[in-house]
């Protein structure tokens, strides 16, 4: 039995009506479509949609309409982490959906950079999922608190332009 959960969310929750369950959104993320170095695109210029077709691609198991996004078929792997997104990115033998701000480090170095095609991009809502509050246990009720006055103060920072945007890639 699980007491909050964390990451990804999907949309039919925000509608879910569930008793006892309290849903809350916190940031969304962008993904841009990336290339590694050793990948054919990664020298190319001006991409098309239409060239992403003949690629092998990773799927986001939560995202199940990835090679719909791009326009391929040769689905080669589907991930559930960043950290094996990026290992096959930096193989060079796949293209994929990776959250633009994480990227940050890795396309400076030019280990990986994204493919900017028009409408090929993904924003991806991040929340939490938990028991409402009076049925949550002290230490957890606690967790909570404190972990939402931090994300509040994050939060803040993106908004009130303390965050380096123009750092960001998109």
Known sequence: ELDIGIGV??????????SGVEFEPLFTETHLLFC??????FNETNIKKSQLKEHRFYQRGYAPDDGEKIGSTHLGAVIHDASPALALLLSGQFIGFFPAQVARKWVE???IKPIIIAGVKDEIEI?????QGENLPPGLKFFMEDFLDSFSKYRHELESGLFDKDSQLT
């Open 127 to 131: 929340g939490y999922v938990s028991r």
């Open 9 to 18: 969310t999907d949309p039919a929750v925000h509608n879910a009506n569930v």
């Open 109 to 111: 170095s030019g280990q």
């Open 36 to 41: 590694g170095n050793k990948h054919p695109l």
